[in-house]
């Protein structure tokens, strides 16, 4: 199968060991990783933010560069949902609108939607596997992101994927399916709102008692670090593709000096 990494703005600017995760641990899983240098943005805050026309052309972009792979694998449960989810209606809405004469946003909408994979579904669902080799000897808390959760559904493929890592605790989290009040513009544009759903969301996750937080959106995870380390707080936030390609030989993260490999 030829993959493709879609790293993502978010990961791309701000954390880009999470992307070096994904390489390390598909590799390990015999999976070839190409990385195409002319992607960019899905176009998710356009969209979010009501530029909806503008959001057109990054759709067709996404299909073009990742068009000779069978699949396009991200660590990120929001953008894999814009691609899913939205394309559709993008392509929908433009040719209702008179936009898409050529019926290339429809196109380009056909041939994304059903190769784009959030990482822990493409692990389940396509290379079907659950425990991945994995060594994370750590308390962890789960946080279901919003997209992952009610777009993809992805349900309990993360959970599987945890439960069956070596020297990993998984600690329940009271109010898991609660938003962390991230939500990208929302954040910025309600922040008083934002911020009080993210402290309710890090009093359950201290409650744990774990010293990881982990979820498979960086994004969401950016938003309850910073409330953590405000409060210095000693739980921290990671990536569950950083967990994942953690092995006793090569450990990736180490909870005493934060160090990432």
């Known amino acids: 199968m030829r993959v493709a990494l879609f790293v993502t703005c978010v990961n791309d600017l701000l954390y880009p060991d999470t992307c070096r995760a994904v390489v390390r641990l598909l590799e390990r899983l015999g ?3 190409d990385f195409p240098e002319a992607q960019t943005c899905c176009g998710q805050p356009q969209f979010n933010t009501g ?3 503008e959001t057109e052309p990054l759709a067709r972009h996404y299909a073009e560069v990742f068009a000779g792979y069978d699949y396009v694998v991200t660590p990120s449960g929001s953008c894999a949902a814009m ?5 559709p209606r993008i392509a929908e809405r433009a040719a209702a609108e008179g936009r ?3 019926g290339g946003l429809a196109a380009a909408a056909a041939h994304a939607v059903p190769k784009t994979y959030e990482l822990t579904e493409f692990l ?3 290379l079907q596997v659950t425990d991945v080799g994995a060594y994370f000897p750590h308390t962890v808390a789960y946080h279901p992101s919003c997209h992952g959760l009610r777009m993809l559904g992805l349900g309990e493929r993360p959970r599987k994927l945890l439960q069956a890592v070596k020297g990993l605790q998984l600690r329940e989290l009271e109010g898991a399916e609660e938003c962390c009040g991230f939500g990208g513009t929302f954040a910025v544009k309600n922040p008083d709102v934002s ?3 993210g402290q309710d969301k890090v009093r359950h996750a201290l409650d744990t008692g774990a010293g990881v937080l982990c979820g498979a959106d960086n994004s969401c995870l950016m938003h309850l670090d910073g409330i953590l380390r405000r409060d210095r707080s000693p739980l ?3 990536h569950i593709a950083e967990i994942l390609a953690s092995t006793e030989e090569h450990p990736y993260w180490r909870a005493e000096t934060g160090i990432v490999r």
């Not at 691609?83 to 394309?87: G, P, S």
């Open 31 to 33: 999976v070839e990783v």
């Open 51 to 53: 530029y909806r026309h």
């Open 83 to 87: 691609v899913r989810d939205n394309y």
């Open 100 to 102: 898409d004469g050529d």
């Open 124 to 126: 389940v669902d396509v």
């Open 195 to 197: 911020v009080a759903m």
């Open 236 to 238: 921290r936030t990671v």
